[in-house]
């Protein structure tokens, strides 16, 4: 493919130590290795970003640590960013104009963490840092992205403190995280990490009271879950159902992606979307969870684009359930 393409050089892994010189070498019409690897960079060795960044995004760590086999961000040693780096970035964009920060990482409540519980100094020292910049404005619009089920139940009551450092006001704000699945022996087979320091037995409970807890705290739940594991059986599709029905009362969206090779699990290859659509229980897990967000959308957000609107949105919901 990368012939049929014409690719003439593919990087695998991070670009601080090697793409500088790549770019210069393409410049300069040397020839470039077909393929390469770089080398994972010390946070050190991590520059601050010269323009400002597209929607405000801020790197707060890398990397995950959980070590689920099928993702990308996994493959990447977990680091925290030295705080001053941060303050930089978000002061650039700050100055150009952004009127959003959003503080990205594959779980916010790792930042400063020596391992995988959270460490509470270490977040609001963070947070109140970037609310003494000179250009911070209280109309600025501080959020995160991501957080792990497991990360939330460790620390309860730090989601009420940094929800009210963000910012708690008559617009809910959305939090994804990764369910991935229903089934524990999924979470086993190919995610033994996610929920730990708890039992991968108890995953159920385990994103059903984290959800809770963020919609206690103003925040909307973005849920996306996967089917199609080579290892996944009916059994285990019946418990992503279940997942889903026990999310019913839960301000959440919940959507059902298809299972993509990729990360440690790249080799194996993906089942053809067309198994998806011919198999009645992993399509019922689809609709479940179209409904779901379809009720929720229709709850918190009124689209303008097209003919859509919120009433359409209700009545969407109701079609997808008949």
Partial sequence: MQ?????????????EK?????????????????HLFGDTPDVDEIPAIYTPSRGGIVEITRGCGRNCKFCMPNLLKFRTLPKELILEEIRLNLKNGARHIDLHSEDFLRYGSKGLKPDMAKILDLLHSIKKIE???????????FLSSSSVLQAPDLIEEVSHEFGTDTKKKLIEIGI???SPNIIKEYMAGKPKPFDADDWQELVEQSIGILNDNERIVYGTMITGFSEEKEDDVIKSIELVERSAKYDCFLFV?????????????????DNYLNDPLRMELI??????SAETASNFVKLTLSNIDYLNLSKW???LKT
Avoid: W, Y
Avoid at 3 to 15: A, F, M, R, S, T
Avoid at 257 to 273: A, E, N, Q, T
Avoid at 287 to 292: A, T
């Fill in 135 to 145: 250009e911070f404005k209280n109309d600025i619009d501080l959020k995160t992205d």
């Fill in 180 to 182: 991935e699945t229903g």
């Fill in 317 to 319: 919901a109701c079609h």
């Fill in 18 to 34: 090697v793409v500088p010189k790549l770019f210069k070498d393409a410049i300069e019409s040397k020839e470039l290795p077909k």
């Fill in 3 to 15: 012939e049929k393409l014409g690719i003439d050089c593919i990087l695998e892994g991070e670009g």
């Fill in 257 to 273: 992606l298809p299972f993509i090779s990729m990360g440690g699990l790249r080799k194996i290859g993906s089942i053809p979307v």
């Fill in 287 to 292: 609709k479940k969870g179209l409904i779901k």
